[in-house]
């Protein structure tokens, strides 16, 4: 009898063992797509920093924010924008041992902000539901072809999706037709909380640009002070549905008050400050990445070039080689 109950103990615990290790958090970059191919000296990079994750992103472009063409997957796109750059790219990444999120996005001219998409007549809906379901299911079978991982069905479309909630419910009903992997959807950090679908996806997605702090250079201790009523939201969000959180973008810019407003992405601020941007990152990783409702995240943004971004004069997004390159080492081998 005690060897019987042993061996229960025995395999209950390798059970336990593997179940764990299929819950590894997510320690992802956000792929910048290129006008190049991928190529093998380009991934060790990646690999060093301990990124087990790569979010890769295909794009369709619309004219203006009440405009209800998509255009994507043409010749006159970046290689890394289309169905064979993006394919191309997980098809390399898989073979490293690098799993893949999906991600395909909208970008409106000039860079207008997607959460404002929305038209000005029933007819334009109807077109623009058309145009996106012909656009996102192209890259959700795309996912399944390629056995990615994760795919996510939109990126900060607050308007589109706060004006048509039964489109949407329709639209991941489809996808789920021709895409078995797990879901998510990127709500900015404002609009996740009013995100009316998140019952019917696997992960609760948020583009995590809070603002934590109003000081010049944060400490790491003010950022994580900055992070406790925000981290007090997502829990009780990611309890109310009984989804983990999943940051499907976050980072901070090399610049003074980084985190004041971190979704600022102006390229005419001036100031280059990289311990700002560490001890903001050092901040979220010890208040967020080991909470048991978090599933992890994808800094944003890494390049292809690696040896050829980011570095002393860059006040952009990429902690590629720059302090913070460091800060996201250490967290994803912990």
């Not at 900055?226 to 969000?237: C, D, I, Q, S």
Request: contains cysteine; glycine residues 6%; aromatic residues 16%.
């Amino acid at each position: 009898m005690g060897k019987k109950l042993m061996l229960f103990y025995l395999l209950s615990f390798v059970n336990f063992g593997c179940a764990q290790m299929d819950e590894t958090s997510i320690n992802g970059v956000s792929f910048v797509a290129s006008p190049d191919s991928l190529q093998q000296i380009q991934i060790p990079p990646i690999k060093e920093i301990h990124a087990n994750y790569a979010a890769i992103m295909p794009f369709g472009f619309i004219r203006t924010l009440d405009h209800p063409e998509i255009i994507f997957d043409t010749d006159r796109q970046w290689f890394g924008e289309t169905s064979a750059g993006a394919s191309q790219y997980i098809e390399l990444l898989h073979k490293d041992g690098i799993e893949v999120m999906m991600k395909p996005q909208i970008w409106i001219w000039r860079g207008e902000f997607t959460g404002n998409l929305k038209m000005n007549s029933e007819e334009d809906w109807i077109q623009l539901e058309n145009e996106y379901r012909n656009f996102i299911l192209t890259y959700a079978k795309l996912a399944e072809a390629t056995q990615v991982k994760v795919f996510c069905i939109g990126t900060e479309l607050e308007q589109f999706v706060m004006q048509r909630p039964t489109y949407w419910k329709h639209l991941i009903a489809e996808i789920k037709k021709v895409y078995s992997g797990k879901l998510t959807y990127a709500a900015n950090w404002d609009e996740y909380k009013r995100v009316p679908f998140w019952d019917q996806l696997d992960y609760i997605g948020v583009d995590a640009y809070f603002p934590i702090s109003e000081a010049k250079t944060p400490s790491v201790e003010e950022s994580k002070a900055g992070w406790k009523p925000w981290k007090e939201e997502l829990k009780t969000v990611s309890e109310k549905f009984d989804k983990p959180i999943l940051f499907t973008e976050y980072g901070y810019r090399s610049v003074d008050f980084a985190g004041k407003e971190p979704w600022d992405s102006n390229h005419e601020l001036p100031s280059i400050n990289f311990e700002a941007q560490t001890n903001l990152l050092e901040g979220l990783y010890q208040e967020i990445w080991n909470e048991p409702w978090f599933a992890g995240g994808f800094i944003w943004k890494w390049f292809i070039a690696h040896g050829k971004v980011g570095g002393e004069k860059d006040n952009q997004f990429t902690p590629q080689n720059k302090p913070a390159q460091q800060s996201v080492k250490r967290a994803y081998k912990n």
